[in-house]
T-cell receptor, first 115, second 117 residues
Framework: DAEITQSPRHKITETGRQVTLACHQT?????MFWYRQDLGHGLRLIHY???????NKGEVSDGYSVSRSNTEDLPLTLESAASSQTSVYFC??????????????FGPGTRLTVL | AQKVTQAQTEISVVEKEDVTLDCVYE???????LFWYKQPPSGELVFLIR??????QNEISGRYSWNFQKSTSSFNFTITASQVVDSAVYFC??????????????FGSGTKLNVKP
């Protein structure tokens, strides 16, 4: 069955370290997204990609970067982790079959703690 | 600007009660899409429904029903005869913006539903 996976599921790191969160989908979806979830804020978009070599900033992109070298993967990198980046991170993907409004399917999430 | 408001932060009901979760959206686009997702205590996000702006028919799926009213910019979700397994955080989301191919989602802050036995 097609799926979307994230690794690691839990991560503890120290302030200032570089951290990369992996996202891998086997849906063959063109669209991929990274969100962070914090209490009271719902899900906020960090970065998104509509295909290989395409990346775009979301509403809370400062301190984060992504790259898309193939269809299946969109790794999220925290260049220099800060305590404010302690959060739960979700990756999602959607097809681009429709003109728009394609349903996003989410990975299980990564809980990141920055000490 | 696109915005979704879920004014109910937390709702508690007793099993078998009906409960309605409110969702109010803002967009200037005439074409847009609305979604509901469920996040149970285990943490994953589960897709429930997708509705486009041209289809105002209400939808029913088992104990779940959705009421879409463009006149009030609302897309409310009702659970009939609630069960403990319905306990979760529910998110409403809007997809709008032709410049993003309508693929960017704007999420509400979520409503936590507690169903007590």
């Amino acid at each position: 069955d097609a799926e979307i996976t994230q690794s690691p599921r839990h991560k503890i790191t120290e302030t200032g370290r570089q951290v990369t969160l992996a996202c891998h989908q086997t849906w063959n979806h063109n669209n991929m997204f990274w969100y962070r979830q914090d209490l009271g804020h719902g899900l906020r978009l960090i970065h998104y990609s509509y295909g290989v070599q395409d990346t775009n900033k979301g509403e809370v992109s400062d301190g984060y970067s992504v790259s898309r070298s193939n269809t299946e993967d969109l790794p999220l990198t925290l260049e220099s982790a800060a305590s404010s980046q302690t959060s739960v991170y979700f990756c999602a993907s959607s097809e681009s079959r429709l003109a728009g409004g394609n349903t996003q399917y989410f990975g299980p999430g990564t809980r990141l703690t920055v000490l | 600007a696109q915005k979704v408001t879920q004014a109910q932060t937390e709702i508690s009901v007793v099993e078998k009660e009906d409960v309605t979760l409110d969702c109010v959206y803002e967009t200037r686009d005439t074409t847009y899409y609305l979604f509901w997702y469920k996040q149970p205590p285990s943490g994953e996000l589960v897709f429930l429904i997708r509705r486009n702006s041209f289809d105002e028919q209400n939808e029913i799926s088992g104990r779940y029903s959705w009421n879409f009213q463009k006149s009030t910019s609302s897309f409310n979700f009702t659970i009939t005869a609630s069960q403990v397994v319905d306990s979760a955080v529910y998110f409403c989301a809007l997809s709008a913006g032709i410049q993003y191919n309508f693929n960017k989602f704007y999420f509400g802050s979520g409503t936590k539903l507690n169903v007590k036995p």
